[in-house]
T-cell receptor, first 113, second 110 residues
């Protein structure tokens, strides 16, 4: 069965520091992968997605993610974090029919000033 | 273009009461979904629909019902509310491969 693991429940970084959020997936075929962000009290917003092609994908708000098939990973990165990036981040994989998603349990990012 | 809208934003129910969570999308998407989000658990799929008149169970359907009479609307019904249904509920829609989410409904059952 498909699954997504986000090993870090909570991460704290200083404003201006770099960020990497980890995501590992389990999927038999070529995965379609997503990162979503959820600000407090809000819905989920799509940051970026990977379907095929270039393994480094660019998203909104200065985020990027790299697909590594050999490591079954799709880690999210940002070179310099802003205080407004504090939120919860979810990795997801497209699953089966009807474009269903399987989500990881999320990583909560705290940004210190 | 409002995207996916959900009402109400907040609701408190007593055990055994019923209610309907409303979801509407104006993007003409065929696929629609209902998720619940519990702390530390990510999002779990309750029900989904691939078009008007077609619905199917997701991972956690017990205690819920849905209908899809139009492309735009996908209401979620709780018939006999239980404390275990205290959660944040999200509706989403998709045309092909990318889901877009509503702002959520926070439900508390006491």
């Amino acid at each position: 069965a498909q699954s997504v693991t986000q090993p870090d429940i909570h991460i704290t970084v200083s404003e201006g520091a770099s960020l990497e959020l980890r995501c590992n997936y389990s999927y038999g075929a070529t995965p379609y992968l997503f990162w979503y962000v959820q600000s407090p009290g809000q819905g989920l917003q799509l940051l970026l997605k990977y379907f095929s092609g270039d393994t480094l994908v660019q998203g909104i708000k200065g985020f990027e993610a790299e697909f590594k098939r050999s490591q079954s990973s799709f880690n999210l990165r940002k070179p310099s974090v802003h205080w407004s990036d504090a939120a919860e981040y979810f990795c997801a994989v497209l699953t089966g029919t009807a474009s269903k998603l399987t989500f990881g349990t999320g990583t909560r990012l705290q940004v210190t000033l | 273009n409002a995207g996916v809208t959900q009402t109400p934003k907040f609701r408190i129910l007593k055990i055994g009461q019923s209610m309907t969570l409303q979801c509407t999308q104006d993007m003409n998407h065929n696929y629609m979904y209902w998720y619940r989000q519990d702390p530390g658990m990510g999002l779990k799929l309750i029900y989904y629909s691939v078009g008007a008149g077609i619905t199917d169970k997701g991972e956690v359907p017990n205690g819920y019902n849905v209908s899809r009479s139009t492309t735009e609307d996908f209401p979620l019904r709780l018939e006999l509310a239980a404390p275990s249904q205290t959660s944040v509920y999200f509706c989403a829609s998709s045309r092909i491969d990318t889901q877009y989410f509503g702002p959520g409904t926070r439900l508390t059952v006491l």
